[in-house]
């Protein structure tokens, strides 16, 4: 196993901010970066290193809605890169990001600051444990895998029952339960992977019922 570097100094040194949104940037990776040089070789793979499209869709919601999220508590889940999160700080939520990947979690607080809001990090499993204190939660992304979608859905299904609101951002990802879904709207965004120059696909925002 190959010693990792600091994630912190790592990535503020060879993942430049690039801006995703208006007046929002995060630390991201480009071929240059030399990502293994600091995931050595056991780390699951870098899904905070981007902007992915549902995470996308959701922050174009966010700004198109902010009364959905402004003065309430609001759960970041599956935050990646933190930018949902950031997205609904600064439309005056109290944010916490649930991230597994503790260098996941790290990003998320270097991001949170580039962008001058305040996120408090959750770096574990959350989905085994009790309904957490928030209004609402936004996940972006996060039905990826046919196991993890069966433990997402089970405590989204705790949380709506317990009165959360539960908002997915996601652009057609394998495991969505649509048949559980309400759509909020829909957006054109190029998700992380499309080709250069694609003009993007349809993302949308659903809420979990």
């Known amino acids: 196993m190959r010693p990792r570097r600091d994630p912190a100094t790592f990535i503020a040194r060879n993942m430049p901010l690039v801006a995703v949104a ?20 056991d780390a699951p793979a870098p899904y905070w290193a981007f902007a992915w499209a549902g995470g996308l869709a959701l922050l174009r919601y966010i700004a198109d809605h902010s009364a ?6 609001v759960l970041d889940f599956g935050a990646g890169s933190g930018l949902v ?18 260098i996941g979690a790290v990003a998320i607080g270097l991001n949170a600051a580039a962008n001058g ?6 770096a574990h499993d ?5 309904v957490p204190e928030v209004d609402v939660i936004l996940a972006g992304d996060v039905f990826y895998d046919a196991a993890l979608a069966v433990a997402v859905a089970g405590f ?38 499309d080709s250069a120059g694609d003009s993007g696909s349809s993302a949308r925002v659903l809420a979990f019922a």
């Open 68 to 73: 959905s999220v402004g003065g309430l508590r």
């Open 117 to 122: 809001v305040r996120i408090d990090v959750v």
């Open 22 to 41: 208006p007046g929002i940037r995060i630390h991201m990776a480009n071929p240059s970066s030399g990502l293994n040089r600091l995931l050595g070789d």
């Open 156 to 193: 989204f299904d705790r949380c709506v029952a317990q009165g959360v609101r539960v908002l997915v951002g996601d652009p057609g990802r394998a495991h969505l339960p649509l048949a559980r879904l309400r759509e909020l709207a829909r957006y054109t965004i190029a998700d992380f992977g």
């Open 126 to 130: 959350i989905t085994r444990g009790p």
């Open 85 to 102: 999160g950031i997205a609904a700080a600064k439309a005056g939520a109290h944010v916490t990001a649930a991230e597994t990947d503790p």
